[in-house]
Structures are given as C-alpha cells and as structure tokens.
C-alpha cells in the first residue's frame, strides 16, 4: 500500500508539473515580450558603458632579515627584546602608500600617450580632461558644472588666500578630483602567504593603463629604495668626501717628502734628519688615514647594496588586448533572467486577481 501511495504521488507530481509547462507555454508571448524587451535594455546599457582595460604587473620583494644580527635572532629567540627598530614601510603597508596623497600627486606629471584618442600630455591632464561616462551620468555632470560656475566667486579650497596662510598644504578642486580618479584606478594587493604584490591599474585607454602601471610598481620600488638607504647613503656619501680629502692630504704630504728628500741628499745636521723623520711619520700617518678612508668607503658601499631592497618582476605589464568590462554577456544572461522572473510575477498576479 505504501509503495502504491507513493508512485501515486509520483504520478500527481508529474501531472502537476505538465500542467504547469502547459499553462506556462499558454503563455510564452508574455515571456517572449519580456525577454525581448530585457535583451534590447541589455545591448542599450552594455554598449553606453565605456570599455574599460586593466594592465597589471606582479613583484616579488626579497625576505629582509628583521633580527638584524646572528646575537640580536638567537635573543630574539630566547624571548629576549633587544630593542631592535623595525622596518616602517612593511610589505603590508604597501597599499596605504599607494593609496596615500602625496604618492597619487606625484603621478600627476606623469606622461602618457595614447595612439587611439592621438593624445601626448600629462597624467593629470588626461584624468581630468579625457574621461569618460555613461549617457546618464552627463545631465549630472553638466549640473555640476553648472553650479561650479556659480560659485567661482566664492573662496575655494587651495585658493591663493588659503595657500598663504602657514600651515598643511591645501589641495584645489582639481586635485581632489585627481587624486579620487587615481585612487579608483590604480589598485594594489599583497599576498599574504608569498608576500607576492599585485599593481593593477584600470583605464579607458589600453597603453595609458599598462603605462601608468610599470610608472607606479617602479615609483613604489624607488619610494622603498631611498627609505631602505637613506642612512647608509648619506654615510657613504660623507666616506667618499673623507676618502678625497685624505687622498688629497696624502699627496700633499708625499709631495713634500720628495722634495725634501730630493733635495737633502747627504744628510749629516741632527736637524736636518729630525725634519725629515717627521715628514716620513706625517707620511705615514697620512697614508693610514687614507688608507682607513678607504676602507670604510668600500665598507659602506658593500653595506648599500645589501641594504638595496630588490624587487623581482614575476609578471610584466602588457598592453590589454580586450576590455575587462562591461561583460556584455553576462549582464545579457542577468537582464534574461531577470526579464523572466519579472514575467512570472506579472503571470501569477494576473492569475490570482483572476480567481479573486
């Protein structure tokens, strides 16, 4: 008896389900209307949106020994705080040093070229000149603008009045905007578990954005390069002058020793040989004062270039050959669906005000 209940079931669950289809297809103009019409909005919104490419390029930073010596890891080992000074500009700050004011404000007088749009100026010129928008967002635009107009006479952020007072650097109109294009487009992201960083940067234009992408991974590099040697640069910049000047001193005092040597060929007063045991000491000091001068100079330049951060490019920017968006098939499957599900809520409506 059971297995008869349920095959009956079974039998009402089909039934059920073809009169469904068959009430369903009753009605496919109402679906074939909808989806027409979600197809056309579909093929309108995807083509008003401007094609937008993305170039991006990977970086592998070396691992930086933090302990700083084989004592201070062996302590720090032991649980032992040396009062070792980390390094500020982490791996995982990257990103907010991308993203930070000053650094989005030095890629402004970056140049670029674009071959399509037959363009040659700066970076901050072409965000702020040559962007692009759906057709929707222009009465907007233009409504702004407008309201801009009516209020140039009124003071500004980063007008000349502002800017005289003492005090943090005030940004204009146009660099506020600027900097929020930059911040929208140029994008970066560290792996947490290789340590790997992704520099992505998105624009309408496919040379500009692999441009602008190898300019902001190789600022980074140079940014963290002059942080990571700014102490040991200046010291080896002051062991290069020492090293001249004792090179120059040593010279000096051997030129002296020649001729007096020269010129003192027999010598037989006690103070004619004082003179010239002095000029050899003086010489010898001034030959050891070069020769530590030296020393140190090649000392500190070794020390440069370990403390050199070196970046590995794992992937290099190439000029994007496709858009990455809009995905013109995607929203058209959306729209479909959405043109369905809307045509079966009109469908059940109609139906139940037809039984009420």
């Not at 603008?145 to 146009?174: F, H, M, Q, V, Y």
């Not at 900097?179 to 994008?187: E, F």
């Not at 003086?282 to 970046?311: G, H, I, N, R, W």
């Not at 043109?339 to 005000?353: D, G, L, M, P, Q």
Request: glycine fraction near 4%; charge should be positive; aromatic fraction near 10%.
């Amino acid at each position: 008896m059971e297995n008869k209940s349920r095959i009956q079931e079974l039998i009402d669950d089909v039934n059920a389900v073809r009169k469904c289809g068959k009430f369903l297809w009753k009605k496919r103009y109402i679906y074939i209307k909808y989806v027409c019409v979600g197809v056309v909005l579909s093929l309108i919104i995807s083509f008003s949106i401007p094609k937008t490419y993305s170039s991006s390029v990977l970086l592998a930073p070396e691992s930086i020994d933090e302990t700083g010596s084989t004592l201070a890891g062996l302590a720090s080992l032991a649980g032992a705080n040396m009062g070792l000074i980390q390094d500020a500009y982490t791996v995982d700050l990257y990103p907010t040093i991308v993203s930070s004011v000053d650094f989005r404000m030095s890629l402004g007088d970056l140049k670029v070229k674009s071959s399509e749009l037959g363009i040659e100026t700066t970076y901050f010129e072409y965000l702020l000149n040559n962007a692009k928008y759906p057709w929707w967002k222009y009465p907007l635009i233009w409504m702004r603008s407008w309201i801009a107009k009516l209020t140039d006479n009124k003071k500004t952020i980063g007008s000349k009045t502002e800017n005289n007072i003492k005090g943090p650097r005030c940004l204009t109109k146009k660099e506020m905007a600027f900097c929020g294009k930059v911040r929208a487009n140029v994008n970066l992201s560290v792996e947490s578990s290789s340590g790997v960083i992704s520099v992505t940067v998105s624009d309408f234009d496919p040379e500009i954005a692999a441009l602008v992408v190898d300019s902001v991974a190789s600022r980074l590099s140079t940014l963290i390069q002059d942080y990571r040697t700014s102490k040991v640069r200046k010291q080896h910049e002051y062991a290069i002058v020492l090293c001249d000047s004792t090179h120059k001193s040593y010279m000096k005092t051997l030129d002296a020793y020649v001729k007096y040597a020269s010129s003192h060929n027999s010598i037989y007063s006690p103070v004619q040989k004082a003179e010239f045991d002095l000029l050899e000491k003086e010489l010898d000091l001034a030959y050891q004062s070069y020769s530590t001068a030296v020393s140190q100079k090649q000392m500190y330049q070794a020390k440069l270039l370990e403390s050199t951060p070196v970046y590995t490019i794992v992937d290099s920017p190439y000029v994007p050959l496709y858009p990455d968006s809009p995905n013109k098939i995607l929203m058209l499957i959306v729209f479909v669906f959405l043109s369905c599900v809307i045509a079966t809520f009109r469908i059940a409506y109609s139906e139940i005000i037809k039984k009420q």
